[in-house]
């Protein structure tokens, strides 16, 4: 059973970046995404990189969310970049607390992502899909799992309309929190963020960072294969390919893919997967 596919990418620092994005983008496209994402730095400091390449996958035809952070930011300013990117033809926004750039104080007038996502429907009324950030393994900044859920459905109680999570290799951390999200009264549809696995080093810094729980089975083994480029690669397609197979099996609504920006371990997870485009 085939479910719904999103594609994350950044916003290249180069000129050269821009142009292998987008072959990376038609590479994905072949799958038939129901949208590509873009994030955005901290502080808004990649506004032009972000919006520049919302408006690229918007000329290729295809629908664009545009991550969109608060913190640091002022309503004025929020106001204006929603209208800009209205204009655009946006109908899709990923709203985001984020963070401050290093050596910014706090600022600003929003405090939390449920903050913009009111402000969002105030301003806006009903014109964008929004979509909020959620943590099956807890945000390493809440004070309890309880406060986490908590801060989910305050988001969905603002007029938020679905959910994608950070990026995890437990599914059932993920099936946990849905039914504790559901059991907590959040209705909102739960799609769970896919994270290749091509790069031990790469992969434990960035779990570190963010707290996505990397199992002690995942990470031996992967400590095992050393510099073995092809073998962790080959390893990641395995256990990514089957935890896709059993989230879209326990009814997973959809699969949201965090690409960094390459084609080819996303193409080979759907292709073990038996997955074709439109």
């Known amino acids: 059973m085939q479910v719904p596919l999103s594609f994350e990418f950044f916003p290249p620092k180069t000129a050269e970046g821009t142009v292998k994005l987008r072959g990376v983008r038609q590479q994905l496209y072949v799958m038939s995404p129901e949208f590509c994402s873009v994030t955005y730095g901290a502080g808004g400091s990649t506004h032009d990189g972000t919006f520049g390449a919302v408006r690229e996958i918007l000329e290729e035809g295809v629908n ?3 991550h969109f952070s608060c913190i ?4 004025e300013t929020v106001r204006k970049q929603l209208a800009e ?15 401050l750039p290093s050596g910014y104080g706090a600022g600003g007038e929003f405090v939390y992502a449920s903050d913009l996502v009111r402000f969002i429907r105030e301003e806006t009324g009903r014109h964008f899909h929004v979509e909020v950030a959620c943590y099956p393994e807890v945000h390493p900044q809440a004070r309890s799992p309880q406060a986490d859920l908590q801060a989910l459905a305050a988001k969905a109680q603002a007029g938020a309309d679905s ?12 099936f946990r929190f849905v039914d504790e999200s559901r059991a907590a009264g959040i209705a909102l549809p739960i799609v769970p963020g896919i994270m290749p696995i091509t790069n031990s080093t790469q992969l434990m810094r960035f779990s570190d960072a963010c707290g996505a729980e990397i199992p002690r089975w995942i990470r031996l083994r992967l400590a095992s294969f050393g510099d073995d480029a092809a ?3 080959a390893f990641g397609l395995d256990v990514v390919a089957a935890m896709c197979e059993r989230l879209v099996s326990g009814g997973a609504p959809a699969l949201h893919f965090y690409t960094m920006n390459q084609a080819t371990a996303t193409l080979s997870i759907l292709q073990r997967l038996g997955w074709k485009g439109a």
């Open 64 to 66: 664009a969310a545009c």
């Open 72 to 75: 640091g930011a002022t309503r």
């Open 85 to 99: 990117l209205m204009v655009m033809g946006v109908k899709r926004l990923v709203a985001l607390r984020g963070d």
């Open 163 to 174: 959910a994608i999570t950070q990026y995890f290799f437990s599914p059932d951390a993920y």
């Open 231 to 233: 073998s962790i690669r």
